[in-house]
């Protein structure tokens, strides 16, 4: 690690602000497909957890589905520090490890989902419309927790993600392509994430 590097670390841990528990990372199709791309991915992992992160999410936004096989089958060989689950864009199953990645599954039909699911509780009479709770459409996503911090890469732009879960997420931009994302490009969105004052909406 270099000198500006090991500054950046040392700001990070003498402030006050807690780090954040949970951080997901938006990626494209296109940035898994640069030589070093899962190695960085690897990397951003440990980096994580070394800063204090106790979930991980990665959302790979996908143009061609017909890629899906290819990147499942890439990320199952990704070495990680936690347990991780993949899932599609036609899993309906819940993720529920440290480690999450969404391949291709977008907010819009998650919750499209989730509310159809509800839907038929309703009509089967398992469940009155005037009980449904936030929480009831949170259980029915297959990404249920919220991330404290979002970081994108490459552009201000978040596509298609977690709409219902990040909606008072800290959201960070940053110009650096994934495949050139270091460890400096992290601490910096960390320190971001620190500087700022969460309002959850308020």
């Known amino acids: 690690m270099g000198l500006y590097d090991r500054y950046l670390a040392l700001r990070v841990r003498r402030q006050d602000a807690p780090p954040p528990d949970h951080v997901a990372l938006v990626v494209a199709e296109r940035d898994l497909l640069e030589r070093?791309?899962?190695e960085t991915l690897e990397t951003f992992f440990?980096?994580?957890?070394?800063?204090g992160a106790e979930r991980v999410t990665v959302y790979v936004?996908?143009?061609d589905e017909a890629a899906v096989p290819t990147l499942e089958r890439s990320l199952s060989d990704v070495t990680?520090?936690?347990e991780m689950?993949?899932?599609g864009p036609d899993d309906r199953s819940r993720a529920d490890a440290p480690i999450q990645v969404s391949i291709g599954l977008g907010g819009k039909h998650e919750f499209t989902t989730a509310v159809r699911s509800l839907a038929g509780e309703v009509e089967a009479g398992d469940l009155e419309p005037d009980a449904i709770s936030e929480e009831d459409v949170e259980q029915r996503l297959v990404f249920p927790d919220a991330p404290d911090l979002v970081i994108k890469t490459g552009a201000e732009r978040l596509s298609d993600f977690m709409i219902w879960q990040s909606v008072y997420s800290e959201l960070y931009f940053t110009d650096v392509n994934w495949r050139d994302f270091r460890k400096r490009d992290y601490l910096r969105a960390i320190r971001e994430y620190k500087n700022r004052k969460r309002r959850f909406g308020r």
Request: no cysteine; hydrophobic share 45%; glycine share 6%.
């Open 36 to 38: 070093g791309s899962y």
């Open 46 to 51: 440990r980096w994580a957890f070394e800063y």
């Open 61 to 63: 936004s996908v143009l």
């Open 80 to 82: 990680a520090p936690r």
């Open 85 to 87: 689950a993949v899932r």
